[in-house]
């Protein structure tokens, strides 16, 4: 098994060393794509330093702070024409906790086709949050269950392992949408592919370097792109059941 972190990137050098580290000690041989949007911090810069010190770093620098769903979409297409068999996605803010990737692994080597790292099943959690995005986020997910059928609790975790054909199958390349939607829509055309998810707990610790990239505006995003994906479906199952 061939397995590759993915990370998109943004002004994060203040967390990039430990957190590299913290990769390489969970597993002392996968490697790392960093998609840097040319962070003025020079995150670029350093990750080709400890690349040189650690192996097993790729560094993808682009124009322009592009967000995160074309940062994915960048970095997916890469590594899924380079041939790698299982590719991890994560956030590059310390929210991750690395030692989970062997457990994500693990499972992925038993048949799983996705992984999740979910702070809403048992076991996890995000003890740092505030109560209101607790809450936001706890509602944004039950909505977007509700509303798109949706058997994972964690449809916006950044935290997934998945293997390269079911990566392949849900075309991410095609994809239009950006920050938490981005995430959802993949869940989501994970399920129109009938791929089984599976989700194992992490605690989602808040970041303590740089700002979070959390806006109003990615919100109210995601929620418009969940519901006009629901009226979507909810057409295609008319559709069907005239035919």
Same mark, same amino acid.
């Given at each position: 098994?061939?397995?590759?972190?993915?990370?998109?990137?943004?002004?994060?050098?203040?967390? +990039?060393?430990? $957190?590299?580290?913290?990769?390489?000690?969970?597993?002392?041989?996968?490697?790392?794509?960093?998609?840097?949007?040319?962070?003025?911090?020079?995150?670029?810069? +350093?990750?080709?330093?400890?690349?040189?010190?650690?192996?097993?770093?790729?560094? !993808?620098?682009?124009?322009?702070?592009?967000?995160?769903?074309?940062?994915?979409?960048?970095?997916?297409?890469?590594?899924?024409?380079?041939?790698?068999?299982?590719?991890?996605? !994560?956030?590059?803010?310390?929210?991750?906790?690395?030692?989970?990737?062997?457990?994500?692994?693990?499972?992925?080597?038993?048949?799983?086709?996705?992984?999740?790292?979910?702070?809403?099943?048992?076991?996890?959690?995000?003890?740092?949050?505030?109560?209101? /995005?607790?809450?936001?986020?706890?509602?944004?997910?039950?909505?977007?269950?509700?509303?798109?059928?949706?058997?994972?609790?964690?449809?916006?975790?950044?935290? /997934?392992?998945?293997?390269?054909?079911?990566?392949?199958?849900?075309?991410?390349?095609?994809?239009?949408?950006?920050?938490?939607?981005?995430?959802?829509?993949?869940?989501? /055309? $994970?399920?129109?592919?009938?791929?089984?998810?599976?989700?194992?707990?992490?605690?989602?610790?808040? /970041?303590?370097?740089?700002?979070?990239? !959390?806006?109003?505006?990615?919100?109210?995003?995601?929620?418009?792109?969940?519901?006009?994906?629901?009226?979507?479906?909810?057409?295609?199952?008319?559709?069907?059941?005239?035919?």
């Amino acid at each position: 098994m061939r397995p590759i972190v993915v990370l998109p990137t943004y002004n994060e050098r203040d967390n +990039l060393d430990a $957190l590299l580290r913290a990769i390489r000690a969970a597993h002392d041989t996968i490697e790392v794509l960093i998609v840097d949007d040319s962070s003025p911090d020079g995150t670029a810069d +350093l990750a080709r330093s400890l690349g040189d010190e650690l192996g097993g770093v790729i560094v !993808m620098v682009r124009a322009d702070k592009s967000g995160l769903g074309s940062a994915y979409r960048a970095g997916f297409s890469k590594v899924l024409a380079d041939g790698y068999d299982v590719i991890v996605s !994560m956030d590059g803010d310390l929210s991750h906790d690395p030692s989970v990737i062997p457990v994500m692994l693990e499972r992925i080597s038993g048949g799983a086709s996705v992984v999740i790292g979910s702070r809403y099943v048992d076991g996890g959690g995000t003890p740092d949050w505030p109560y209101r /995005r607790r809450f936001l986020s706890k509602w944004g997910n039950a909505y977007t269950r509700a509303v798109l059928r949706l058997e994972p609790h964690d449809c916006t975790s950044g935290f /997934r392992a998945y293997t390269a054909p079911a990566l392949a199958a849900i075309e991410p390349h095609n994809t239009s949408a950006e920050g938490y939607a981005f995430l959802t829509e993949l869940v989501w /055309r $994970l399920k129109r592919e009938d791929i089984v998810v599976e989700e194992t707990p992490i605690i989602f610790r808040q /970041r303590v370097h740089g700002r979070s990239k !959390m806006s109003l505006r990615i919100i109210v995003e995601s929620m418009l792109r969940v519901t006009r994906w629901a009226v979507d479906d909810l057409l295609a199952r008319r559709s069907r059941t005239a035919d």
